[in-house]
């Protein structure tokens, strides 16, 4: 049995919001993107928050990643209160705590597969160089790229590529990946294939996903579907709903 089959309803939040809100001024007014979201991600689940644009998705995605602070509310990281952590606490947990893969795969150009997924092993000073390297090499094979570990992003398809990026932000073992419609730039057959590597992910390792998708297909390949509108939180549902359609 898989660690994220395991698990029980008892299982830790990793992630939570607190009556989270994002407000933005605008020259017609204050809009609120996110409004009184409250939400429980477990350790091992794989949640999607799907929506239509405009529906708050990324900015909230964007609060739970301490990207933007919430303008009333609090985000919880393994129970710590992301709104009371300085600058330099909030890069630290950026970098170790929480795994963002995006529509845009934001690789380093100069970079070869295998070393984009190395470099943000250099800020973890508790792992020796020998680990590192051991580390990029299983992460590499993990995605499937073991072969092509020397190749330059240039050189790789979209479909690579979303792989090395998904594999970089496993690198520092974070508690959980914030994944930002990250099949939007591909045809289906690479979008199921991305997928399939998210999926394998959590079955096999018990990662935590979050995953922002505009998409039904693309959402109900996960546990639980988080259904935001108007910045609102109006549903939930999961498995057990999608086979009983």
Do not use: C
């Not at 470099?119 to 590499?140: C, H, I, K, V």
């Amino acid at each position: 049995m898989s660690p994220a089959e395991g698990r029980s309803v008892e299982a830790p939040a990793v992630l939570q919001t607190q009556n989270v809100y994002k407000e933005y001024q605008t020259s017609a007014g204050v809009v609120a993107a996110v409004r009184g979201v409250n939400l429980s991600i477990v350790e091992g689940e794989f949640a999607s928050i799907m929506g239509p644009s405009g529906s708050g998705k990324t900015t909230l995605l964007s609060l739970m990643g301490a990207l933007e602070p919430p303008t009333k509310g609090d985000v919880l990281l393994r129970g710590r209160d992301i709104g009371l952590m300085r600058n330099r606490e909030l890069a630290e947990l950026r970098r170790f705590d929480v795994g963002f893969v995006f529509q845009r795969f934001y690789l380093v150009d100069h970079l070869t597969a295998w070393e984009n997924i190395r470099f943000p092993l250099g800020f973890n000073t508790q792992m020796s160089r020998p680990e590192r390297e051991e580390r990029a090499d299983f992460l590499l094979e993990m995605v499937g790229l073991g072969h092509r570990g020397d190749h330059f992003p240039r050189q790789l398809s979209g479909g690579e590529q979303q792989r090395v990026a998904i594999a970089r932000a496993m690198a520092n073992e974070p508690a959980v990946i914030l994944a930002d419609e990250p099949t939007g730039n591909l045809d289906q057959r690479t979008s199921d294939d991305i997928l399939t590597a998210l999926e394998d992910l959590n079955k096999r390792l018990g990662q935590t996903l979050v995953l922002v998708t505009h998409d039904p297909g693309v959402a109900e390949r996960s546990s639980r579907v988080i259904q935001l509108e108007d910045g609102e939180l109006v549903r939930q549902y999961g498995q057990d709903d999608f086979s009983a359609r």
